[in-house]
């Protein structure tokens, strides 16, 4: 199957410190990747849609200014979460999807970055 | 009503026993579908896809598919402990650009 990586797998950091998080699809090309949050005992959260080449689509209530997602190429996105606060630990998941958008939206999932701002 | 239903559970099954998840959707356009198995403290890991109506196999699981009642199912035959986990049931959207989650069945196979 389709292989997605994600670096770091952990991280801790310092209130209002900048955390760059990248995702990356090994051994195929991924025209879309999403940005996921989960929150302990809840379920995920889409925060944004990543296209190459293009500025991201981000889910409503997800400041763009603090999340920022570029996705430069078609097997890199990068999060970088701006003057991180304690509010903002959680654990990042990307995924990426195999193909065009349409009926067949096959998803596959990086490890996840899990975030704690002390 | 969410886009995507599923019963929180526990669903609590003895080793050897048949386990039966289901999902409810409300878009009737959806045309795929998935279940994700999620491990405490890990990403979700993709098990099963269906795109038409029926039954569709691979090794210990079946997942099931009903558009007409909007609903999609996932069987584990021989449930084992290792299959303790949440289960994520997923539908792409009206525009088939992004998949919409299910908060996820908590399975426990005790032995």
């Known amino acids: 199957g389709a292989v997605v990586s994600q670096h770091p797998s952990w991280v801790i950091c310092k209130s209002g410190t900048s955390v760059k998080i990248e995702c990356r699809s090994l051994?195929?090309?991924?025209?879309?990747m999403f940005w996921y949050r989960q929150f302990p005992k809840q379920s995920l959260m889409l925060m944004a849609t990543?296209?190459?080449?293009?500025?991201?689509?981000?889910e409503q209530g997800v400041e763009k200014d603090k999340f920022l997602i570029n996705h430069a190429s078609l097997t890199l996105s990068t999060l970088t979460v701006t003057s991180a606060h304690p509010e903002d630990s959680s654990f990042y998941i990307c995924?990426?999807?195999?193909?065009?958008?349409?009926?067949?939206?096959?998803?596959?999932f990086g490890p996840g970055t899990r975030l704690t701002v002390l | 009503q969410k886009e995507v239903e599923q019963n929180s559970g526990p669903l609590s099954v003895p080793e050897g026993a048949i386990a039966s998840l289901n999902c409810t959707y409300s878009?009737?356009?959806?045309?795929?579908f998935f279940w994700y198995r999620q491990y405490s403290g890990k990403s979700p890991e993709l098990i099963m896809s269906?795109?038409?109506?029926g039954d569709k196999e691979d090794g210990r699981f079946t997942a099931q598919l009903n558009k007409a009642s909007q609903y999609v199912s996932l069987l584990i035959r021989d449930s084992q402990p290792s299959d303790s986990a949440t289960y994520l049931c997923?539908?792409?959207?009206?525009?088939?650009?992004?998949?919409?989650f299910g908060a996820g069945t908590i399975l426990r196979v005790k032995s």
């Open positions: 995924s990426a999807r195999v193909g065009l958008a349409g009926s067949y939206n096959e998803q596959f």
């Open positions: 997923a539908v792409n959207d009206q525009k088939g650009n992004k998949l919409v």
């Open positions: 990543s296209n190459e080449g293009s500025k991201a689509t981000y």
């Open positions: 269906i795109y038409s109506n």
């Open positions: 878009d009737r356009v959806s045309q795929s």
């Open positions: 051994d195929f090309q991924a025209t879309t």
